[in-house]
């Protein structure tokens, strides 16, 4: 080929401008592998314009030529990288033996950020540190009718079992295997676990493939996610959701009584062996904080949280974490017998799409840490519980998991609900901005065959993991329970008599005597949130003593912390917002008589027309100013 017969083309980048040369004929193919070759780009991650406004996009193309679109001699042609990819190589400085001097090695992004998963440290949860020091084998006694030993030897009748055994999961009816006893499962055998590997599905296309332009203009094997078939997720990775006592639950179904709306909450507790299950892991729930929300009787919106890393650092410092989410899903059906509506069962559905995938989406918020892991992670602990009604129309709890398959389909926005059945989900199509790889499960039809369907739409049932919902027989208590005293009121209630304000808190604080010590005071989830995030006195910098005795269950340093000047400062403006100037002072810690109440609430009444809390001996209400009597 002579060079008469090649053409100068420009090509402005937003580091300057080079010239290439090529044939006429060449396809736009070619246009990109040289502009990549001559400005050393790691991919094709760019997109090439005839305009400086990006109005005539050059597509890359092996049917259409220079010719065709239209490039001659000396056009100047835009380069544009894609949003977010690198196109260049980075540079990490390193020293080096000779000289002490530094001299730049070259490194992909994705192996730089392997290799620091690789080094980094995976802190794993105290549960499973225990567990992976247990062998988790069965033990059984000798069977008299089958054993021809004495008491000192085994046999194949009283050998242990492995914890994944399935004869005896099966006796026993625990339907999947507890996460430990997976990992045992493919650890075992004769390979050890050598070509074992914990890795979440992924879904999405490798990034920076050098071989083509990326998605929609190219994909390639090594870059296309493989197709999707949903299996039933045989393990789980939380075996048992336990609530300390039922009054845990009775507070949180308190709103639902009262105003016939539904409810979410987050559980916060933590995590213990389940003994009932082989390595089993329990979520032991403490307490339940409910979120913001808008709610009414058929559907639930979660508002974001202003105080949501307040309530996590307020819990941690308790020996808590977030451990799962519950909500409510009841109707009642009979109000003087106290029975709720059947609404969920074989015949309906278990979880809707939706919840399935707001259970998904917690569960990536909360990944379960694991060495054994690739990338730090597999999984989650994070439980779903529902509170509906069962066959007999008494309100009950189930608890759910979804499967690692779901959390991977939700976390790449894959999965979205059908409009007219719950039951259903959706994987959506690929477009110009997505790639979707094609999801199958399998199913038998009407001849009993089983076929692979597309998961267009798609049953959610293959996405649940059961998870087993109970109470202790003894009622066990991380906040200590008060016989006779009225919890302070949940967050984000908006009922009459439900509000967390200062008048709850003077109404809370004066069912405690002098007798009565700080400790048994401040033994309330919902109160120290309260008092962490008030904003008439900033005490979140000064509680953490506080929550420390709390946890320790350390009285002496609980009436410490009630001595000290900013909880007086608490005490002074609850005195003088609701004790009248005939009213001795009343301080905690301080020499009055011990056996008078700490607070004396200020009576309230309720406006008749517009509902608004007031306060005080107000004849008038402070936002309609109608009269109290009418």
Not at 306 to 319: P, T
Not at 350 to 374: G, M, R, V
Not at 541 to 556: M, N
């Amino acid at each position: 080929m002579g060079n008469e017969k090649l053409v100068t083309i420009r090509v402005q980048t937003r580091e300057g401008t080079k010239r290439i040369q090529l044939n006429p004929n060449n396809d736009i193919k070619s246009l990109y592998e040289t502009i990549r070759e001559a400005f050393g780009y790691i991919s094709f991650a760019f997109q090439l314009y005839k305009d400086k406004e990006k109005k005539l996009p050059i597509v890359s193309s092996v049917s259409k030529t220079l010719n065709s679109l239209g490039i001659s001699h000396g056009d100047l042609i835009f380069l544009t990288p894609i949003v977010g990819a690198n196109l260049t190589p980075i540079y990490n400085m390193e020293s080096v033996e000779s000289g002490g001097e530094r001299s730049p090695r070259i490194v992909s992004a994705s192996s730089s950020s392997s290799s620091l998963k690789k080094n980094s440290v995976v802190v794993e949860d105290e549960v499973d540190t225990k567990l992976k020091t247990q062998d988790g084998l069965i033990k059984r006694s000798k069977d008299p009718k089958m054993c021809r030993h004495d008491e000192k030897g085994c046999c194949v009748f009283c050998a242990p079992l492995e914890p994944y055994d399935d004869n005896y999961l099966r006796a026993q009816s625990i339907k999947h295997l507890s996460f430990h006893s997976y990992l045992k499962k493919l650890t075992g055998g004769i390979d050890k676990g050598k070509f074992a590997a914990l890795e979440d599905l992924n879904v999405s296309i490798k990034e920076g493939c050098p071989t083509h332009p990326p998605w929609p203009r190219g994909i390639c094997s090594k870059c296309q996610p493989s197709a999707v078939t949903l299996n039933r997720q045989s393990y789980r990775h939380v075996d048992n959701v336990m609530f300390e006592n039922p009054q845990i639950v009775e507070r949180f179904l308190s709103y639902w009584r009262a105003s016939g709306h539904q409810r979410v909450g987050l559980l916060y507790g933590t995590y213990e062996e389940h003994t009932d299950v082989p390595l089993g892991i329990r979520s032991r729930v403490a307490a339940i904080y409910e979120p913001p929300q808008e709610s009414s009787r058929d559907k639930i919106r979660i508002l974001p949280d202003e105080k949501a890393f307040i309530v996590n650092e307020i819990a941690g410092a308790l020996g808590l974490k977030c451990v799962g989410w519950i909500f409510t899903d009841l109707l009642p059906e009979n109000i003087t017998a106290g029975t709720v509506k059947h609404l969920r069962g074989i015949h309906t559905y278990f979880l809707s799409a939706q919840e399935c995938i707001t259970a998904a989406y917690f569960q990536n918020l909360h990944p379960n840490p694991c060495k054994a892991a690739q990338k730090g992670s597999f999984g989650s602990k994070f439980a779903t519980v529902l509170v509906t009604g069962d066959e007999t129309n008494q309100v009950h709890m189930v608890g759910y998991q979804v499967s690692n398959q779901c959390m991977a389909l939700v976390r790449e926005k894959c999965l979205v609900p059908t409009k007219d059945a719950p039951e259903f989900g959706y994987i959506i199509d690929s477009s110009e901005k997505k790639y979707v790889p094609d999801v199958f499960f399998k199913q038998k039809d009407e001849y009993g065959n089983e076929v692979t369907r597309l998961g267009r739409p798609l049953p959610v049932e293959y996405l649940l993991v059961d998870v087993t919902v109970s109470t202790p027989k003894e009622p066990r208590s991380t906040f200590t329970l008060k016989d006779g005293i009225n919890p302070f009121p949940s967050e984000n209630r908006y009922i009459d008599g439900q509000i967390q304000d200062f008048n709850a808190l003077a109404t809370y604080l004066s069912q405690f005597t002098r007798n009565d010590a700080f400790l048994r005071v401040a033994s309330d989830f919902h109160f120290l949130v309260f008092i962490a995030t008030m904003e008439i006195v900033n005490l979140r910098d000064y509680i953490g003593p506080l929550l420390t005795a709390v946890r320790d269950r350390k009285g002496e340093a609980a009436e410490e912390w009630a001595k000290s000047d900013f909880w007086a400062t608490i005490e002074r403006l609850v005195e003088a917002s609701t004790v009248t100037p005939s009213t001795p002072g009343l301080s905690i810690g301080g020499t009055q008589s011990r056996q008078q109440p700490i607070i004396s609430p200020q009576s309230t009444w309720t406006c008749a027309h517009c509902t608004f809390l007031n306060g005080g001996t107000a004849e008038r209400c402070d936002v309609c100013n109608l009269p109290r009597f009418s």
